[in-house]
């Protein structure tokens, strides 16, 4: 049974940092692509980035070039660094490897 744990989010203001951690169990995780995902208030939910186990990364293009996915295969967890956070950026955070999901992981960019 795979089990998807994520840490790490919080409240920030605009133009600071947070950094996710995913940690997975129940699969050989270096052989999957994991992926993070979002949902705002009153929104679909939407794939954030993506990183694949030969290290090919996607973003949404609302992201790129702020956010970061790695991962460490050691340790069965994938990362999502997010730096200069904007308000729009608010959301729960969920991290995904095949059907599976997490609990989320609630990010909150205000003043």
């Known amino acids: 049974q795979v089990q998807l744990v994520e840490s790490g989010g919080g409240l920030v203001q605009p133009g600071g940092s947070l950094r996710l951690s995913c940690a997975a169990s129940g699969i050989i995780f270096s052989r999957y692509a994991m992926g993070w995902y979002r949902q705002a208030p009153g929104k679909q939910r939407e794939l954030v980035a993506r990183?694949?186990?030969?290290?090919?990364?996607h973003y949404a293009d609302s992201v790129k070039g702020r956010f970061t996915i790695s991962r460490d295969n050691a340790k069965n967890t994938v990362y999502l660094q997010m730096n200069s956070l904007k308000p729009e950026d608010t959301a729960v955070y969920y991290c995904k490897v095949l059907d599976a999901w997490g609990q989320g992981t609630l990010v909150t960019v205000s003043s």
């Open positions: 990183l694949t186990n030969g290290g090919t990364t």
